[in-house]
């Protein structure tokens, strides 16, 4: 079955500090009276190219996540639920280890790692991430920046404004050969892997090649209060 290799990975590990003082990680709180992640999860079911579509989260909230499954998902059969890593790459390796495992490895197996706070992904961008990494064995999901970068290196006076034609937004899916990831990571020095703060930056750093996909401006990461009521207004022009 063509399909057998095509893995959706929904990193679910942020703890949501940038959200105020809230009691439980961001992932779980509501909108449109539906917890953030399982409008995510929703949109890796509703494809059929993902044979299974794998959660990663903090042990102390694995449980409540497969709850959350069993209640919302009807064919919940396809999710599964498995711990994290103390990073976003050693999580993203946990599920490429539990692939393996499953004896579902091997060099044409494409991992599609999401952000569980960004519930508005659409079907084209999905479409396109696993298109191109099946092709290129990377790809990164981006839109242009709309704002004027600034760059800092002291944090107090400016020491550059690149080009902004040249400059995008990364979101996320982040979509890799899971093989060819793995084998880049495992080459990283401790130096290179304490820099990293996403998977894509492992190729760059190994100079192999990401190709861009185009997001949607609509594809937010709810990471603040704010974003909670802009996501509320971007569900109800929807339904």
Known sequence: MENSNVFGVILAGGKGTRMGNVEKPKQFME????????????????NPTFCKVLVLSPKQWIKHTQDLVRKYIPNSEQVVVIEGGST?????????????????????????THDSVRPFVTHRILEENIKYAKEYGACDTVIPA????????????????????????????????AMQLRKLYQALSDEEKEILTDACKILVIKGEKVHLVDGEV????????????VAEALLGGME
């Not at 790459?89 to 599609?112: F, K, R």
Request: proline share 5%; charged share 25%; net charge negative.
């Open 146 to 177: 709309t704002d004027t970068i600034v760059e800092s290196k002291n944090n107090q006076f400016i020491t550059d404004i690149p080009d902004r034609s040249k400059m995008y937004q990364g979101q996320t899916p982040q979509s890799f050969k």
């Open 218 to 229: 609509s594809n937010i990461k709810i990471t603040y209060p704010y974003d909670l009521r």
């Open 31 to 46: 909108i449109g009276h539906k917890p953030i992640i399982v409008h995510t999860i929703e949109k890796f079911v509703m």
């Open 88 to 112: 976003r790459n050693e999580t993203i390796m946990n599920a490429i280890a539990y692939i393996e495992e499953c004896g579902s490895l091997n060099e044409e197996t494409i991992i599609v």
